[in-house]
């Protein structure tokens, strides 16, 4: 791929991903009966075709945490995980289950079927692991996604939409694949909340839209309307993350990271 610059525009097409090349092809021969060469608009080998912008424009829109922006599957380290007694924790299955949701999407969307990232504690990953199954979807398929916190689901119902656009709940019942973050907050039995989570996992339900729920309970204690919790559990293939927290980890590793610098250990 090649340097951009601050404004992140192709040198060769200017953005626009094609540049127009002159040759002749059997067609033109055909149309002028000899070496005639004309004008032809290709994809820009330099940027290819624009492809990076696009991904970008979607990440964009998709609203993906900033701290994952660039993460894909390959950033989820699936063999990091120990118990309390330090042993490794064997999550292949996961794995594999997540793996073949990326590489045979296809074959999960014509069924609508999503996942269910869960773990009790925090810190676990499965924010992590969702953005980076969004990012990879969005790599590999151009599709169009969606990353919203259920604590936001109220203020994205009650926004207007600009100008020619749909409204903002319309785009989370609509777009390819939609991650509901955190489901299993304590404000989540709320009566309008819902309401919105019905409209929108019964929309998706209905046209097998696939949709990535993460939270700390299961489904089946979910504080929700039973009509939403039976959707989520036919919408999703459960994957169960250990009860050991990166963020602990990290921040224990930060901390030693100091102490070594200033010279106390």
Not at 13 to 34: A, F, H, L
Not at 43 to 53: A, D, I, M, R, S
Not at 128 to 151: D, E, G, H, Q
């Amino acid at each position: 791929m090649g340097d951009f610059g601050a404004m992140g525009v192709c040198p060769k097409c200017k953005g626009c991903g094609y540049i127009i090349v002159r040759k002749t092809t059997p067609r033109s021969i055909e149309i002028y009966g000899k070496d005639h060469p004309v004008d032809y608009a290709e994809p820009c080998p330099y940027c290819n075709g624009g492809e990076q912008k696009q991904i970008e424009d979607v990440r964009t829109r998709a609203n993906i945490p900033t701290t994952y922006y660039d993460a894909s599957i390959e950033s989820f380290k699936f063999d990091e995980y120990y118990n309390d007694k330090g042993e490794k924790e064997d999550i292949s299955l996961q794995e594999k289950y997540v793996r073949s949701f990326i590489f045979d999407f296809e074959k999960w969307q014509k069924k609508g079927i999503g996942l269910y990232i869960y773990s009790k504690r925090r810190g676990t990953g499965k924010t992590f692991l969702a953005s980076c199954i969004c990012n990879s979807l969005m790599a590999k398929y151009k599709l169009t996604t969606k990353f919203v916190s259920a604590s936001d689901l109220l203020d994205i119902a009650k926004a207007e939409p600009r100008q020619g656009e749909k409204a903002p709940l319309e785009v989370l019942c609509e777009c390819k694949v939609l991650v509901l973050d955190d489901i299993g907050q304590k404000n989540t039995g709320t009566e309008w909340l819902n309401d919105i989570l019905f409209k929108i996992i019964d929309a998706r339900y209905q046209k097998k839209l696939v949709t990535i729920f993460t939270s700390n309970v299961k489904v089946g204690e979910l504080n929700i309307d039973d009509r939403v919790r039976s959707r989520i559990d036919k919408l999703s293939q459960l994957i169960p993350l250990p009860e050991y927290s990166f963020r602990n980890k990290e921040a224990h590793e930060e901390k030693l990271e100091l102490f070594k610098e200033i010279g106390l250990m």
